[in-house]
């Protein structure tokens, strides 16, 4: 009798990260629930590196959080004097040059931008809070299933900052201008009703069905071809940036590709 398989274990263990492949779907969980998920430079560090070790059969990218929250923002020892040994603190980080300073954020950003890759769909799967840091890598995500218990907000600015995580520039296409400065301004919670009536979330469902709600929704992905799905990702992705007639005419390239790969003539 062949033995079962072995679980293989983690992809990626370490700083708060933890990565885990099965075949089509990749799950990235922050696994620091003692602290709610507190977010470190050594977390986004991690974060950007499970991007990098992703396989390439995976399709479909599924963020969550251990514990009680999904992360309720940055790691408070970041504003302590010394801030994190080993880390800059947010003074190191005020009194380094004007190009240092930029290339340090641009470097922390680096854990949020691969979410939005063209060959993939993520997933956040947000329970609790999600605040800051936490709110922002939840924008960083294609779509975001809640339950009902969640409480996202942006506190950056009731702090003297700006949310700097790559969170705006969704914040803003997802609930509009004026809504998304009331939720940074106020820094005030937004829960799954709210969200869910935005577009903030596509779905909330009970605390207890989070998780297969979301294993749903990545099935139904999963049922589309890849090809398609890719290409219809990239046109719904550029199609703010173009006007009417050039998002007619990617539609068509597109297609061209399409129908021309199904026949087999593609490259």
């Known amino acids: 009798m062949a033995s079962p398989a072995q679980d293989p274990g983690p992809v990626l263990d370490k700083d ?3 990565l885990t492949v099965d075949d089509a779907i990749a799950t990235v969980t922050l696994a620091v629930p003692a602290k709610r998920n507190a977010q470190s ?3 986004w560090r991690a974060l950007a590196e499970a991007g990098r070790l992703l396989p390439g059969s995976v399709r479909v990218v ?3 959080g251990d514990g009680r929250s999904f992360s309720g923002g940055l790691d408070r020892q970041m504003f302590a004097p010394e801030g994190i040994e080993g880390e800059p603190s947010l003074l190191d980080l005020a009194n380094s040059s004007d190009p240092e300073l930029d290339a340090s954020i641009a470097a922390f950003q680096e854990g949020f931008t691969w979410w939005r890759r063209s060959d993939l769909v993520s997933i956040a799967a947000v329970h609790g809070h999600a605040v800051g840091a936490g709110f922002q ?3 960083a995500c294609d779509l975001r299933v809640v339950a009902d218990d969640v409480q996202f907000a942006m506190r950056e600015t009731s702090l003297g900052l700006v949310p700097d995580l790559t969170g705006t520039y969704p914040l803003v296409n997802l609930v509009g201008y004026a809504r998304a400065l009331e939720i940074c301004a106020t820094g005030r919670f937004v829960l799954a009703e709210e969200a869910v009536s935005t577009g903030l979330a596509n779905l909330a469902v009970p605390a207890d069905q989070l998780d297969a ?3 749903d929704l990545a099935a139904a992905l999963l049922a589309a071809p890849r090809d398609a799905l890719i290409e219809t990702k990239a046109l719904l992705q550029g199609a703010a940036g173009r006007t009417y007639d050039a998002q007619r005419a990617a539609e068509r390239a597109a297609q061209a590709r ?3 790969d199904l026949a ?3 490259d």
């Open 16 to 18: 708060g990260v933890r």
């Open 41 to 43: 430079p050594a977390m």
């Open 62 to 64: 599924v963020l969550r």
């Open 137 to 139: 890598l939840a924008l």
């Open 213 to 215: 709600a979301v294993q």
């Open 258 to 260: 399409r129908l021309r």
């Open 264 to 266: 087999g003539l593609g």
